[in-house]
């Protein structure tokens, strides 16, 4: 990683104030001769061609969040929802302002020793079928699939969003969904999206817009550290694959029966599973019912 990379890391993961450094570029002046007093023409004058207009000035970038005082901000507070489904979490593509009428596919890569692999047949079959996705991107499985995850981000087809640095539950006090203990504490919250922001931003040089949870559970009060740190939560209204269990024929009955707006969950890192197959025999269905595809 060479310098620039350390220092824009530096800066993006710095939770002890982060402060904005802003660069200002300053023209020299050209010195004028001893004894001058005045500029003489050019007694040979040439035509010369018009200087293009300067560049416009790049928007500037959003500033970071304090990420020490956001979680300072939430210590102290009780949570009193928990799940998939509560309040502020996103299921269609309406609540988030997009198209109401498309159906968001998203496939989570989960990683961990039984979750990073890459079911080339769904990306392979979507790409072919100029079908966009969502992709959520686990900190775990970027690190098992470098190369590929730089791939998946340069494909304009598909948006890369943030699956989280461990892949836990997100919880302040430690609650568990189907056995998986979930973060214990509101930094370890705000570490667990952060820390896979930064890396995502890295990775496709634009900042993660969606977080969703390892197992997709979390608490109200999560919900709100994600939000102050600039993610929102993406649910689901369509459970495409049972966490990468579901045979082809049920995958295609379940992402088949969606309708326009709603968020579809499935897996793109368990290639021996019935997704791909079941998912790409779903697309067709949902092109001849006249839905389009959109992405969070």
């Not at 496709?204 to 109200?220: C, E, I, M, N």
């Not at 309708?259 to 290639?271: R, T, W």
């Amino acid at each position: 990683m060479n310098q620039h990379r350390i220092a824009r890391r530096s800066a993006l993961l710095g939770v002890g104030g982060i402060l904005g450094l802003a660069l200002s570029g300053c023209a020299t002046a050209r010195p004028v001769a001893p004894g001058s007093s005045r500029v003489t023409a050019d007694p040979h004058p040439r035509e010369v061609a018009p200087a293009d207009p300067p560049a416009a000035a790049a928007p500037a970038a959003p500033p970071l969040p304090d990420v020490e005082a956001i979680i300072a901000a939430h210590e102290g507070r009780a949570p009193s929802q928990w799940g998939t489904d509560i309040p502020g979490v996103i299921r269609t593509g309406g609540e988030a302002g997009l198209d109401p009428a498309a159906v968001y596919l998203t496939l989570d890569a989960c990683g961990g020793s039984a979750g990073s692999g890459f079911d080339a047949p769904l990306i392979e079959g979507l790409t072919a079928a100029a079908v966009p996705a969502t992709l959520f991107l686990n900190h775990g499985w970027i690190a098992a699939n470098y190369q590929l995850a730089a791939a998946l981000a340069a494909n304009p087809l598909f948006s890369i969003q943030n699956h989280g640095t461990r892949h836990l539950p997100l919880s302040v006090n430690g609650s568990s969904a189907y056995g998986i203990p979930g973060t214990a504490s509101v930094r370890e919250v705000a570490l667990e999206v952060w820390e896979n922001h930064v890396a995502l931003t890295e990775l496709t040089g634009v900042a993660p817009r969606w977080f969703r949870p390892g197992t997709a559970h979390l608490d109200d009060v999560a919900l709100s550290v994600s939000t102050a740190l600039g993610e929102r939560i993406a649910g689901f209204a369509i459970n495409g694959d049972g966490g990468a269990t579901l045979p082809a024929h049920s995958v295609t009955v379940a992402v088949g029966a969606a309708a326009g707006g709603e968020i579809v969950i499935a897996h793109m890192n368990q290639p021996g599973s019935g997704t791909a197959a079941g998912i790409l025999a779903a697309v067709q269905q949902l092109r001849d019912r006249g839905l389009s595809f959109g992405v969070l």
